[in-house]
């Protein structure tokens, strides 16, 4: 007898437990849930020749043979600003020197991740130039 009813006290508790975990989980989700920011579409008015580069304060574009693409000028390490090498034909961080294809690929630390890119399309019609969509 007694044993049943230390079964049936241990089962009420997990009962118990189980439905707690399954009333807050919706809650916890909704308090760390963050909205996605809005792209912002940044137009660059001027027309890029081929292998040219054009530096806006948060991405560089980039025109190659057959399409323009665009990455971040802020370095995956600490935040800081990159410059374009024309010479290596790299982004190179200022501070402590990571360098970055123009594709974003990291090929020297300390930063450790590639740059993100962004979508950069010439513009259609009358106007001449790129848009380019950043995220975040
Ligand atoms: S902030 Fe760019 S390498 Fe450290």
Known sequence: MKERRSFLENSWFWVKLSATAALCYPLFRF???RVPKKPRLVRVN??????EVYLAPDFALFQGATHAWAVSRTC????????YNEEENLLICPCHKS???TEGKMVAGPAVKDLPGFKAEKMTGDGKGYVVTLFG
Do not use: I, P, S, W
């Open 99 to 101: 360098k970055f294809t």
């Open 31 to 33: 308090l760390h849930y």
């Open 76 to 83: 995956t390490h600490l935040g800081c600003r990159l410059n």
């Open 46 to 51: 001027q027309q890029l020749l081929e292998g």
